[in-house]
């Protein structure tokens, strides 16, 4: 993979596979990874440092992953669906000048950052396959790689070569993942605009990039044991670049974890170099860390102290008593790999996949507890991995067990996905791919921490905190009593989570704190304004930024006119409050009023209502008569007007009149005709009415409505006569009719003699109207 030196310093080309691991359950997976991309010496026209890929694996479940650099606005992310058990590489050579964290000691915008849908692996390659010569991968770690607290593991043994333009060093690389995240950084030797031991800080914002880069190449010179700590989650990445080995040059890196993820038990397996080249560099993250290799004591180190050992044996077990860094520098004859190990003791995988992508040699180290190592599934095959391959790893009292195994391309294929499973127990595997003249891949797939809750938390108040334990435990107790695999944090507090992994009973203790609230005060309510006036809104706070709705950014705004303001504050620990106020300005009261009214008699009582159509806030009332409500009672008895107004709280007054008239009386004149006989219908009556608003409308009670009436019987006929406004006059009116007419003979004389006329009859009339005549065969007699 890296290019040899020869005595002319001429570079010649190393070929290089493409190592694609897949990662499964209890690999470095997750659904969020943060990078820092390493500069790597692009050597002119032979472009060493490219291409760059970022290779993706999914597990059991199809994801899709969002490839971004979040404080670069003009990068459009990448989008990659994947669907389950696959990989796929992102090119990502075109972004090599926007990605690599480059010029040293410089703010950038160049983090790398990668969420998913669903669990996947992910690793950043420098394929370098365009001069087929020094090229690295590096693992992200998620979760694992966040934190805090960092040492930095280096070697110490090796030169970064001077032959190349630009000439290669080593370096850290430092991506914040939140906004304002102060880190302070002590370099053991001095760094480009930085003198060794002297701690000094920088603030980065999230997606923010740093590089703390050797101001020498000299292998002394580097940063091994350098200290970085922060006040929120940050990710580091190491790389030692074009390390001049024998008459190869090879870059070596990895994505660090943070103190909290190292561990005490570690063992490191023997890669394929040449006798006297591979090494492991133990870094103490704490003071009187005594170390042992195989049961004996070989050191007592300091925090930031570095203990160089020369893994001579197939397999050694390194113990620490305190938490430490192990940097492993292993390949194939010269060419060099690097990778940070993980902890063995209650960590690794259940199954990790991997794709072998050239004929080169590939090389697996695995090591796994005793009474596992029978039961590996090599693509489905157990005779690949058998028991026998396995011995004991020194130290461990027979504990753990380790092989080294290297397969053909019959047994692992070039370019197919290839799977390592044990159902047992977990297991930890390093992959080696490459040639003793070609170049050499190195890496650790395998799960790195055995409970990682991540660094204690202090959000904004209103956030939620999700705790994520992963979902590769047996159990899950939190210190609430619940017994779920993630827990929902609103308040602050310790929170302790006790989960089981196998025979492994496994503690972590997180403490989450909430920042005080902003300070930020805005009006409390919606308001209303008098014309002509302003109002000035203040939301000053301290060592805060502010944007208004029309993206200015002063801490007052001054309101000269109606409209909704919003404003958004982010105090000095980048958390954000924003309030909306709307402001209405108050216009001269819109009065109406009830309209002029005509009332039937003097006396008579209406209620006159006035109303404020834009009554806003209270409105005052005035009328003439001295009442101060919405609505008064009159009773005038002659024609009056009134006046009421209305004053909002600016001040402001409208007027209006209402006049109240009295309707001159309703009258009427009658001509009555009665009956002319007892029994006749033909009486009549005829009206003439008068005041009142005309338009009079007639109503009978007998239904009748006009105003004259014929053809009635003898009775009584009452009227409600109306006029136009509804003003009404009630009445009878009686037809009569004269007695019944009865007629007799009250006396009768006869003739005396036959032939004289001196017969008599006296005939009587009553009732009926006098004045009666009496017909006797046809003669009218008065009497």
Same mark, same amino acid.
């Given at each position: 993979?890296?290019?040899?030196?020869?005595?002319?310093?001429?570079?010649?080309?190393?070929?290089? +596979?493409?190592?694609?691991?897949?990662?499964?359950?209890?690999?470095? !997976?997750?659904?969020? =990874?943060?990078?820092?991309?390493?500069?790597?010496?692009?050597? +002119?026209?032979?472009?060493?440092?490219?291409?760059?890929?970022?290779?993706?694996?999914?597990?059991?479940?199809?994801?899709?992953?969002?490839?971004?650099?979040?404080?670069?606005?003009?990068?459009?992310?990448?989008?990659?669906?994947?669907?389950? !058990?696959?990989?796929?590489?992102?090119?990502?050579?075109?972004?090599?000048?926007?990605?690599?964290?480059?010029? %040293?000691?410089?703010?950038?915008?160049?983090?790398?950052h #990668?969420?998913?849908?669903?669990?996947?692996?992910?690793?950043?390659?420098?394929?370098? /396959?365009?001069?087929?010569?020094?090229?690295?991968?590096?693992?992200?770690?998620?979760?694992?790689?966040?934190?805090?607290?960092?040492?930095?593991? =280096?070697?110490?043994?090796?030169?970064?070569?001077?032959?190349?333009?630009?000439?290669p060093?080593?370096?850290?690389?430092?991506?914040?993942?939140?906004?304002?995240?102060?880190?302070?950084?002590t370099?053991?030797?001095?760094v480009?605009?930085?003198?060794?031991?002297?701690?000094?800080?920088?603030?980065?914002?999230?997606?923010?990039?740093?590089?703390?880069?050797?101001?020498?190449?000299?292998?002394?010179? &580097?940063?091994?044991?350098?200290?970085?700590?922060?006040?929120?989650?940050?990710?580091?990445?190491?790389?030692?670049?074009?390390?001049?080995?024998?008459?190869? *040059?090879?870059?070596?890196?990895?994505?660090?974890?943070?103190?909290?993820?190292?561990?005490?038990?570690?063992?490191?397996?023997? @890669? =394929?170099?040449?006798?006297?080249?591979?090494?492991?560099?133990?870094l103490?993250?704490?003071?009187?860390?005594?170390?042992?290799?195989?049961?004996?004591?070989?050191?007592?180190?300091?925090? @930031?102290?570095?203990?160089?050992y020369?893994? $001579?044996?197939?397999?050694?077990?390194?113990?620490?008593s305190a %938490?430490?860094?192990?940097? &492993?520098?292993? @390949?194939? @004859?010269?060419? #060099?790999?690097?990778?940070?190990?993980?902890?063995?003791?209650?960590?690794?995988?259940?199954?990790?996949?991997?794709?072998?992508?050239?004929?080169?040699?590939?090389?697996?180290?695995?090591?796994?507890?005793?009474?596992?190592?029978?039961?590996?599934?090599?693509?489905?095959? %157990?005779?690949?991995? %058998?028991?026998?391959?396995?011995?004991?790893?020194?130290?461990?009292?027979g504990?753990?067990?380790?092989?080294?195994?290297?397969?053909?391309?019959?047994?692992?294929?070039?370019?197919?996905?290839?799977?390592?499973?044990?159902?047992?127990?977990?297991? &930890?595997?390093?992959?080696?791919?490459?040639?003793?003249?070609?170049?050499?891949?190195?890496?650790?797939?395998?799960?790195? $921490?055995?409970?990682?809750?991540?660094?204690?938390?202090? #959000?904004?108040?209103?956030?939620?905190?999700?705790?994520?334990?992963?979902?590769?435990?047996?159990?899950y107790?939190?210190?609430?009593?619940?017994?779920?695999?993630?827990?929902?944090?609103?308040?602050?507090?310790?929170?302790?989570?006790?989960?089981?992994?196998?025979?492994?009973?496994?503690?972590?203790?997180?403490?989450?704190?909430?920042?005080?609230?902003?300070?930020?005060?805005?009006?409390?309510?919606?308001?209303?304004?008098?014309? $002509?006036?302003?109002?000035?809104?203040?939301?000053?706070?301290?060592?805060?930024?502010?944007?208004?709705?029309?993206?200015?950014?002063?801490?007052?705004?001054?309101?000269?006119?109606?409209?909704?303001?919003?404003?958004?504050?982010?105090?000095? !620990?980048?958390?954000v409050?924003?309030?909306?106020?709307?402001?209405?300005?108050?216009?001269?009261?819109?009065?109406?009023v009830?309209?002029?009214?005509?009332?039937?008699?003097?006396?008579?009582?209406?209620?006159?209502?006035?109303?404020?159509?834009?009554?806003?806030?209270p409105?005052?009332?005035?009328?003439?008569?001295?009442?101060?409500?919405?609505?008064?009672?009159?009773?005038?008895?002659? /024609?009056?007007?009134?006046?009421?107004?209305?004053?909002?709280?600016?001040g402001?007054?409208?007027?209006?009149?209402?006049? #109240?008239?009295?309707?001159?009386?309703?009258?009427?004149? *009658?001509?009555?005709?009665?009956?002319?006989?007892?029994? *006749?219908?033909?009486?009549s009556?005829?009206?003439?009415?008068?005041?009142?608003?005309?338009?009079?409308?007639?109503?009978?009670?007998? +239904?009748?409505?006009?105003?004259?009436?014929?053809?009635?019987?003898?009775?009584?006929?009452?009227?409600?006569?109306?006029?136009?406004?509804?003003?009404?006059?009630?009445?009878? =009116?009686?037809?009569?009719?004269?007695?019944?007419?009865?007629?007799?003979?009250?006396?009768?004389?006869?003739?005396?003699?036959?032939?004289n006329?001196?017969?008599?009859?006296?005939?009587?009339?009553? +009732?009926?109207?006098?004045?009666?005549?009496?017909?006797?065969?046809?003669?009218?007699?008065?009497?």
């Amino acid at each position: 993979m890296k290019p040899k030196l020869p005595s002319l310093n001429y570079i010649f080309a190393c070929l290089a +596979g493409i190592l694609m691991i897949t990662g499964n359950t209890q690999a470095q !997976n997750d659904t969020e =990874f943060w990078f820092a991309a390493p500069e790597i010496s692009q050597n +002119g026209t032979r472009n060493f440092d490219r291409p760059i890929y970022l290779r993706l694996s999914t597990l059991g479940q199809p994801a899709t992953v969002t490839v971004s650099l979040p404080a670069n606005p003009t990068f459009i992310p990448i989008v990659v669906n994947l669907p389950a !058990n696959t990989t796929q590489s992102v090119n990502l050579t075109p972004f090599i000048n926007i990605l690599e964290t480059r010029p %040293p000691n410089t703010v950038l915008t160049r983090g790398l950052h #990668v969420s998913s849908t669903a669990r996947v692996a992910a690793y950043y390659e420098v394929a370098s /396959t365009n001069c087929n010569c020094n090229p690295e991968i590096f693992a992200l770690k998620g979760k694992d790689a966040l934190g805090t607290e960092f040492y930095t593991p =280096f070697q110490n043994l090796w030169t970064n070569s001077n032959a190349y333009n630009p000439v290669p060093y080593s370096a850290f690389d430092i991506v914040a993942t939140e906004d304002n995240t102060t880190i302070t950084i002590t370099p053991t030797n001095h760094v480009v605009g930085h003198s060794a031991g002297i701690p000094y800080t920088i603030t980065l914002n999230r997606g923010q990039t740093y590089s703390a880069r050797a101001f020498s190449t000299s292998a002394a010179r &580097h940063l091994g044991g350098s200290h970085v700590v922060s006040d929120k989650p940050i990710a580091v990445t190491i790389k030692d670049d074009l390390l001049r080995i024998g008459t190869c *040059a090879d870059v070596m890196g990895d994505q660090l974890v943070p103190v909290h993820v190292t561990g005490t038990t570690y063992i490191v397996m023997r @890669g =394929f170099m040449d006798p006297g080249l591979e090494h492991a560099f133990i870094l103490a993250t704490q003071d009187n860390t005594t170390l042992t290799i195989n049961g004996t004591f070989v050191a007592t180190l300091n925090a @930031g102290q570095t203990y160089t050992y020369q893994v $001579n044996d197939p397999a050694a077990f390194i113990e620490t008593s305190a %938490p430490a860094y192990v940097l &492993h520098a292993s @390949g194939f @004859g010269c060419e #060099v790999g690097g990778a940070i190990l993980p902890p063995v003791e209650c960590t690794g995988s259940n199954q990790i996949g991997f794709t072998r992508s050239t004929t080169e040699s590939m090389g697996l180290n695995i090591m796994v507890k005793a009474g596992a190592e029978g039961d590996f599934l090599l693509n489905g095959n %157990p005779a690949l991995v %058998p028991a026998t391959a396995f011995a004991p790893v020194p130290g461990t009292a027979g504990e753990w067990m380790y092989a080294q195994l290297t397969f053909s391309t019959a047994e692992v294929p070039v370019g197919a996905v290839s799977s390592l499973t044990n159902n047992t127990d977990l297991f &930890h595997l390093g992959i080696i791919n490459g040639g003793a003249v070609t170049g050499s891949r190195f890496g650790y797939f395998s799960g790195f $921490n055995t409970l990682n809750l991540g660094p204690d938390q202090v #959000v904004c108040r209103g956030d939620t905190v999700i705790l994520d334990a992963d979902d590769d435990k047996d159990t899950y107790l939190w210190s609430d009593g619940s017994t779920g695999q993630t827990l929902a944090v609103t308040d602050s507090g310790t929170y302790t989570l006790i989960a089981t992994k196998g025979s492994c009973v496994l503690h972590d203790t997180l403490h989450v704190g909430f920042f005080p609230p902003t300070g930020a005060e805005f009006p409390a309510e919606d308001t209303t304004l008098c014309q $002509n006036t302003s109002l000035l809104l203040d939301a000053t706070t301290p060592n805060a930024t502010y944007q208004w709705q029309d993206n200015s950014t002063a801490p007052t705004y001054n309101v000269t006119s109606p409209g909704v303001y919003t404003v958004e504050v982010t105090d000095g !620990n980048g958390c954000v409050e924003s309030d909306t106020i709307n402001v209405h300005y108050e216009s001269p009261p819109q009065l109406s009023v009830s309209n002029d009214t005509v009332l039937c008699s003097p006396g008579d009582a209406t209620n006159l209502l006035a109303m404020v159509a834009n009554d806003s806030v209270p409105t005052s009332y005035s009328w003439s008569t001295g009442d101060t409500t919405s609505s008064i009672q009159v009773a005038p008895t002659t /024609t009056s007007s009134y006046t009421v107004a209305a004053t909002n709280f600016c001040g402001t007054t409208t007027s209006r009149p209402v006049t #109240v008239a009295i309707n001159p009386e309703l009258s009427l004149s *009658a001509q009555l005709q009665d009956a002319s006989c007892f029994g *006749a219908n033909n009486g009549s009556i005829a009206l003439t009415s008068a005041g009142g608003a005309g338009g009079y409308v007639y109503n009978w009670a007998h +239904g009748a409505s006009s105003a004259s009436l014929t053809g009635l019987a003898p009775g009584t006929y009452a009227l409600s006569l109306q006029d136009a406004i509804g003003c009404s006059l009630d009445t009878t =009116f009686t037809i009569s009719e004269p007695p019944m007419l009865l007629a007799g003979v009250s006396e009768v004389q006869d003739v005396d003699c036959f032939g004289n006329a001196t017969g008599r009859l006296t005939a009587t009339a009553e +009732g009926g109207t006098p004045g009666y005549e009496f017909s006797l065969d046809g003669v009218t007699y008065s009497n």
